[in-house]
């Protein structure tokens, strides 16, 4: 009988939660994730962004996954102003690091995150500015 309680539990959980793990996967399936079919997930190694000429963060709706956040690190490293891209999936920002005298407007910075397959909340320029 207790098995049959246990079994009965984990059923009712897996009914409870599975309403909300489909809208998650249903809101991260409508992502255009041709851009990094190819990709294996990689670490967010690139240099300190806080050592860069300027800091540019851009809050960004979309980002769930480490795929996700390579695809986004491929599209700005393409860029010649920038010297870093760093994801923080937790906060969906994105950190971009600018060369020194290098400039990147907040029109292209959003046509870019468009491009990635997400959409653009807000652009904070940090110190240099």
Do not use: W
């Not at 240099?47 to 800091?55: I, K, R």
């Not at 990147?104 to 110190?127: C, F, N």
């Amino acid at each position: 009988m207790k098995l049959i309680k246990t079994a009965f539990a984990s059923v009712a959980l897996s009914l409870l939660a599975a309403p909300a793990m489909a809208e998650h996967h249903m809101e991260h399936s409508k992502m255009d994730h041709s851009a990094h079919a190819d990709m294996v997930a990689e670490p967010n190694t690139d240099a300190d962004p806080a050592t860069s000429a300027q800091t540019v963060t851009a809050k960004v709706n979309g980002l769930v996954c480490d795929f996700c956040a390579q695809a986004v690190r491929k599209v700005f490293k393409k860029q010649d102003a920038v010297e870093s891209v760093n994801v923080d999936l937790d906060s969906g920002e994105i950190v971009l690091g600018l060369k020194a005298g290098a400039t990147l407007d907040d029109e292209t910075i959003g046509k870019l995150i468009r491009k990635s397959g997400y959409s653009l909340v807000s652009i904070d320029r940090g110190e240099g500015a």
